[in-house]
T-cell receptor
Framework: AQKVTQAQTEISVVEKEDVTLDCVYE???????LFWYKQPPSGELVFLIR??????QNEISGRYSWNFQKSTSSFNFTITASQVVDSAVYFC?????????????FGTGTRLKVLA | DTGVSQDPRHKITKRGQNVTFRCDPI?????LYWYRQTLGQGPEFLTY????????KSRLLSDRFSAERPKGSFSTLEIQRTEQGDSAMYLC???????????FGSGTRLTVV
């Protein structure tokens, strides 16, 4: 069965530190998508990235970078030089297309606290 | 309107009452999804519409829950005889085409007292 594991429940860092959020997934699909979302205290889910299972290139967007490794079924997210505004809950998600519908399987989230 | 709108943002209701939430998707999006997020958990899939047809329902969607999408536009999610366990954030999302790219709304936070 599809599953997403975010083993880190909460991480606290001091501003300007780098931080990596881990995501491990399980799927039997050969084609799938992986996602990261940010959920600030206001509650909305903010899309950060989508990665196709055939594209293992790492991606960098400003202070954000993602490391996708199919060999270890991991899709980790690094924030460089963290800022207080990065404080939020971050969710990793996996697409599940087994029923013909793109459902998302979310992990339990990692709460990131960036201290000034 | 460039986003998915949900109304109300917050709802407090007494146990046993019925509640209804509304979701307005991005206008050109033909697919609409409802998810539920309980405290400390990630969102979980509830149901999915393609245009006006409800094509899939999760086992999480008990008989007290009903969703509609008349004319393939906005959608409503009704919970009858609410229970304290229904307290959660209810998220709506919409997508176009393949469905692998969602846009989520800001959610409706339900508190059952």
């Amino acid at each position: 069965a599809q599953k997403v594991t975010q083993a880190q429940t909460e991480i606290s860092v001091v501003e300007k530190e780098d931080v990596t959020l881990d995501c491990v997934y399980e799927t039997r699909d050969t084609t799938y998508y992986l996602f990261w979302y940010k959920q600030p205290p206001s509650g909305e889910l903010v899309f950060l990235i989508r990665r196709n299972s055939f594209d293992e290139q790492n991606e960098i967007s400003g202070r954000y970078s993602w490391n996708f490794q199919k060999s270890t079924s991991s899709f980790n997210f690094t924030i460089t030089a963290s800022q207080v505004v990065d404080s939020a809950v971050y969710f990793c998600a996996l697409s599940d297309y087994t029923s013909g519908t793109y459902k998302y399987i979310f992990g339990t989230g990692t709460r990131l606290k960036v201290l000034a | 309107d460039t986003g998915v709108s949900q109304d109300p943002r917050h709802k407090i209701t007494k146990r046993g009452q019925n509640v209804t939430f509304r979701c307005d998707p991005i206008s050109e999006h033909n697919r609409l999804y409802w998810y539920r997020q309980t405290l400390g958990q990630g969102p979980e899939f509830l149901t999915y519409f393609q245009n006006e047809a409800q094509l899939e329902k999760s086992r999480l969607l008990s008989d007290r829950f009903s969703a509609e999408r008349p004319k393939g536009s906005f959608s409503t999610l009704e919970i009858q005889r609410t229970e304290q366990g229904d307290s959660a954030m209810y998220l709506c999302a919409s997508s176009l085409g393949g469905g692998e790219d969602y846009t989520f709304g800001s959610g409706t936070r339900l508190t059952v007292v």
